[in-house]
């Protein structure tokens, strides 16, 4: 069992950056692809951005550019760094993970996921 714990979502005017992290137990975490997806009010949860054991990323289209992914496997830790917001950004962000992961590049949607965390709202003030 692997459990996710996201940390460090809060309010930000758009143009700002915010970064939050994932916090995973598991003695694999290294060999996880971990994943960031988010969900804003009334809509679907959507793909933000995924990394795999070895550092390939993969990004939404709509975050291209402006999130970076990275992880610390000595910390068992995610992060997301969220620079250029926009009003639009504005949502629960959850991370994920999944054990099963083989592939070079990782999972761009959730369905692959075995772990979800309890996610934490990002808000951008326009």
């Known amino acids: 069992q692997v459990q996710l714990v996201e940390s460090g979502g809060g309010l930000v005017q758009a143009g700002g950056s915010l970064r939050v992290s994932c916090a995973a137990s598991g003695r694999t975490f290294s060999s996880y692809a971990m994943g960031w997806f988010r969900q804003a009010p009334g809509k679907e949860r959507e793909f933000v951005a995924a990394?795999?054991?070895?550092?390939?990323?993969v990004y939404a289209d709509s975050v291209k550019g402006r999130f970076t992914i990275s992880r610390d496997n000595a910390k068992n830790t995610v992060y997301l760094q969220m620079n250029s917001l926009k009003p639009e950004d504005t949502a629960v962000y959850y991370c994920a993970a999944d054990q099963k992961y083989s592939g070079t590049y990782p999972p761009a949607r959730p369905g692959p996921y075995d772990y979800w965390g309890q996610g934490t709202q990002v808000t951008v003030s326009s």
């Open positions: 990394i795999s054991w070895s550092g390939s990323t």
